[in-house]
């Protein structure tokens, strides 16, 4: 190498992040429960569920996942009242 020259980095691929869906739930109690005993372990990994700090109700998933999570709480009578795609589309 030539002193004086740096060698170019490549630049970085695009993110491989998690895209996340946030929804609005009526209770906060028994929502782990009822996805772990509907979707199991694997699934619950995957579906990754985040409470979000600073809402008390508001859980944040996997995007590809929201339909099996709302079957699993529709099933321990836990009503989603809202899904989308960022928060502060959730609170109007």
Not at 33 to 54: D, F, H, M, T
């Amino acid at each position: 190498m030539v002193k004086g020259k740096r060698k170019r980095e490549k630049s970085l691929r695009p993110s491989f992040r998690e895209k996340k869906r946030y929804m609005l739930l009526n209770v906060r109690k028994g929502v782990d429960e009822a996805i772990l005993r509907y979707i199991g372990e694997i699934g619950y990994g995957k579906v990754s569920p985040q409470w979000v700090k600073g809402k008390d109700k508001v859980l944040a998933i996997n995007k590809e996942k929201v339909h099996e999570v709302k079957a699993a709480l529709e099933l321990k009578n836990i009503e989603v009242e809202k899904v989308s795609g960022t928060l502060k589309s959730l609170e109007k």
